[in-house]
């Protein structure tokens, strides 16, 4: 007994802290592949960070504050060897969308939004984010690629003074590109080319083999390792460049600016703020958040999940969905005090790790410290960074997250998913949480109309056989009521009929009502209804309901013989001494 106990205790321990599921048998070749990975990994996400930092309107250093908290928590809570968290395109747009560019709001909604994922991990309401379709997340990150993509114009033309609102944006932007610098142009287009060519490079690169010659190993090492850091490279360059041209007391770029040096002060996040000599206070201040306290933790959420199911289905592991949301909120929770805004999983950032060769969350650990490192030290050097170098990472990054095959694949598949789709695409351009909620609402729309009037599938011939193609619930009893009987008494000449329920697995009482208001229907025009294939659990609600007229069969061919008065077959009344043997000891168990 007590070795089945500790092997239970050991089990739930793993299950929280997954990381002493692999660390007893972690080997020399693991660490080499995650050095590797998580250098890969670092090298991408240090210039991200800082073009998220502008995405999200916070001054450069936030994105790496952002950046390293989840490398370390993940390495002890995940269960994805692929995942990595840290600042994404999308999460940086919503934190612009509800921080107003404060620095402190946006701490603030990390914590928040940690506290919310950590409560949904703990009451196990993963599956809440089940309700929100495919087509409505589809429709929002392609809506969110061409928001934050068209957000960059300005800094890859060198613009001033361009709102952030989209639709002003669009305007100003077309309204002032008579002011566009050749400089950061130039640059920023030269930059976008660099990096679809590197990405290409990667792309299109033949596995390497074991009997390839030790040169043509090496090469291809090589083009693979600047092809993966290609935004570290390319944005190296354009600081290289702008450096160049500092030196020579001529500067046509839009630069970056001071970056603060050194690692952030751990804190606890700010529960009020002082502006314009007025406090705001915390009350208000989640006021002004408003939805954003419910947007932002349900998408964070859903976009860490659905990249680690991905690369789990990609790979061939197995990932705990509750334990994902630990491990996102408890990193919300923690990055809030070292000024971290909210974070999610990275989909670019996860396929670069799994790409690399990554063997566990152990990779995140030489990322995490290679963010800090940069802090640390390579702050200094981030003035010199282009805004339209940066602009192009964050363009190249988003523009895989526009979709513009499943307009044409839903169409061919299922055409009514389009409207949630459209319509979250819409109108995520007007309010983000407007556009979740309106595509959410009618994908449930359509769903509870599937309910409530499920298809009836009917079989004309000596007897009329009705069979509906999906459960059975209370809004859908008064429809299939009225199909039974105008069916039943359309029929000349009047005919018995059969409920075929085999896709019918549970009822409630209102289904229970309506059935037995529909045999004394049914009964008042001398028709007879009979049941067949009926479930156990459901035949158990009904033999309880006592309902006047029920009668069943075990088979649809039984109630057929019996309806036409074929001689040997006996119905199955409401009593269970009528019932055979194997199921009275289904309804008494």
Not at 32 to 52: E, R
Not at 440 to 452: K, P
Request: aromatic share 10%; glycine share 8%; charged share 10%.
């Amino acid at each position: 007994m007590a070795p089945d106990t500790c092997s239970c205790s050991q089990a739930a321990l793993q299950q929280r802290l997954p990381i002493l599921a692999w660390l007893p048998n972690y080997s020399i070749q693991w660490l080499k592949m995650d050095f590797i990975a998580g250098l890969s990994v670092g090298l991408t996400v240090i210039p991200q960070a800082l073009a998220y930092a502008e995405v999200a309107g916070l001054p450069p250093q936030y994105g790496l504050y952002s950046a390293f908290m989840g490398c370390f928590v993940y390495l002890f809570l995940g269960t994805s060897r692929d995942v990595t968290l840290g600042p994404t395109a999308i999460m940086s747009l919503l934190v612009s969308f509800y921080t107003f560019h404060e620095p402190a709001y946006a701490v603030l909604l990390a914590f928040l939004s940690g506290c919310i994922q950590l409560a949904m991990g703990f009451l196990h309401l993963g599956f809440l984010l089940d309700f929100i379709s495919c087509p409505v997340i589809n429709g929002f990150t392609s809506a969110a690629s061409i928001t934050i993509g068209f957000g960059q114009i300005k800094n890859l033309l060198g613009l001033q003074n361009i709102p952030r609102q989209f639709f002003l944006q669009v305007y100003h932007t077309f309204l002032h590109v008579g002011e566009t610098r050749m400089g950061d142009a130039v640059l920023g287009l030269v930059c976008m080319m660099l990096l679809f060519l590197l990405k290409l490079m990667r792309d299109h690169m033949s596995p390497v083999h074991p009997d390839m010659p030790l040169s043509v190993r090496f090469s291809q090492g090589l083009v693979w390792t600047a092809a993966t850091a290609r935004n570290a490279l390319v944005v190296s360059f354009a600081a290289l460049v702008a450096y160049s041209f500092e030196v020579m007391g001529y500067q046509p770029f839009v630069l970056t600016g001071e970056t603060a040096k050194g690692l952030p002060s751990v804190r606890a996040p700010p529960f009020s703020v002082t502006t314009n000599n007025r406090t705001i206070s915390f009350t208000e201040m989640v006021q002004d958040m408003g939805t954003g306290l419910a947007v932002v933790p349900l998408i964070g959420l859903l976009e860490s999940i659905a990249v680690a199911k991905s690369f789990a289905s990609k790979n061939n592991y197995h990932v705990n969905a509750n334990q994902e949301l630990l491990a996102i909120g408890l990193t919300n929770v923690l990055g809030s005090l070292v000024s971290a805004y909210p974070v999610t999983g990275s989909f670019g950032r996860t396929a670069v790790n799994a790409q690399s060769g990554v063997c566990t969350p152990g990779g995140g650990l030489v990322t995490g410290v290679l963010v800090l490192l940069s802090l640390c030290y390579l702050t200094s050097l981030f003035s010199y960074i282009p805004k339209a170098a940066l602009a192009a990472v964050i363009i190249m990054a988003v523009a895989p997250l526009f979709d513009a095959k499943i307009f044409r694949t839903l169409w061919r598949v299922k055409r009514l998913d389009l409207l949630p789709l459209c319509m979250t695409f819409l109108l995520c351009f007007w309010e983000v949480q407007y556009g979740i909620l309106a595509g959410t609402l009618v994908s449930l729309f359509i769903l509870l109309h599937s309910v409530a009037r499920p298809k009836i599938q009917v079989s004309e011939g000596p007897v009329l056989v009705l069979q509906p193609a999906s459960g059975l619930h209370f809004p859908a009893i008064d429809a299939l009521r009225e199909a039974i009987l105008s069916r039943a008494l359309e029929a000349s000449p009047q005919r018995c009929t059969v409920l075929e329920c085999t896709h019918i697995s549970s009822i409630d009482y209102t289904v229970v009502l309506g059935l037995g208001d529909l045999l004394e229907d049914l009964h008042k025009q001398g028709i007879m209804l009979a049941f067949a294939g009926l479930q156990v659990p459901v035949l158990r609600t009904l033999l309880a309901a006592d309902l006047k007229g029920f009668q069943h069969f075990t088979t649809l061919e039984e109630a057929e013989n019996h309806l036409q008065q074929e001689p040997g077959t006996q119905p199955y009344n409401s009593h269970e001494d009528s019932v055979p043997e194997h199921n009275v000891a289904l309804l008494k168990s």
